[in-house]
T-cell receptor, first 114, second 113 residues
Framework: AQSVTQLGSHVSVSEGALVLLRCNYS??????LFWYVQYPNQGLQLLLK??????LVKGINGFEAEFKKSETSFHLTKPSAHMSDAAEYFC????????????FGAGTQVVVTP | NAGVTQTPKFQVLKTGQSMTLQCAQD?????MYWYRQDPGMGLRLIYY???????DKGEVPNGYNVSRLNKREFSLRLESAAPSQTSVYFC????????????FGPGTRLTVT
């Protein structure tokens, strides 16, 4: 079964600094990969997805992620943090042959300080 | 558009009581899902419905039942609540051909005492 590991349950960044959230998956076959964001007291929203050959994926709100097969990673970055980026971020993975089943990581809480 | 709506927002149950969580979507999506969210564990899939008339078990189905009432509505029932079912429950929907583009409701916070 697919699994995904997010390194760091809490990350604190200064406003304007780089945001880097780490995600590694366990699979010998490249899966589909996703990042979701959850703002306080809300449901999750899809931030970006990797489902095709393009390894650098751009999402909403200035976020992007790069799929690296050799490292089994799909790290999320944003060059300059904004206060509104404070949220919890979830990496998710899906086997290409396993319709409908997303396996979520434990989540990383991002705090943005002035 | 309301998107995905869930009722109730909060609920407290005693052990052994039953309840049904309601979910409705107005995006004409074929597929719907129920998840539970627990601290440090991300979201875990309870049940899903690929299309109207079908339901399937997810990762943690024990203690739950579901009903896909029609295309819009997908309910989750706890027949005999247990403290281990204290959690935040999310309903989601998606187009059938893009199951990973899931739209989530605001959640139901359930406490079982």
């Amino acid at each position: 079964a697919q699994s995904v590991t997010q390194l760091g349950s809490h990350v604190s960044v200064s406003e304007g600094a780089l945001v880097l959230l780490r995600c590694n998956y366990s699979s010998s076959v490249p899966p589909y990969l996703f990042w979701y964001v959850q703002y306080p007291n809300q449901g999750l929203q899809l931030l970006l997805k990797y489902t095709s050959a393009a390894t650098l994926v751009k999402g909403i709100n200035g976020f992007e992620a790069e799929f690296k097969k050799s490292e089994t990673s799909f790290h999320l970055t944003k060059p300059s943090a904004h206060m509104s980026d404070a949220a919890e971020y979830f990496c998710a993975v899906s086997d290409r042959n396993s319709w409908g089943k997303l396996q979520f990581g434990a989540g990383t809480q991002v705090v943005v300080t002035p | 558009n309301a998107g995905v709506t869930q009722t109730p927002k909060f609920q407290v149950l005693k052990t052994g009581q039953s309840m049904t969580l309601q979910c409705a979507q107005d995006m004409n999506h074929n597929s719907m899902y129920w998840y539970r969210q627990d601290p440090g564990m991300g979201l875990r899939l309870i049940y899903y419905s690929a299309s109207e008339g079908t339901t399937d078990k997810g990762e943690v189905p024990n203690g739950y039942n579901v009903s896909r009432l029609n295309k819009r509505e997908f309910s989750l029932r706890l027949e005999s609540a247990a403290p281990s079912q204290t959690s935040v429950y999310f309903c989601a929907s998606s187009p059938q051909d893009r199951y990973y583009e899931q739209y989530f409701g605001p959640g139901t916070r359930l406490t079982v005492t």
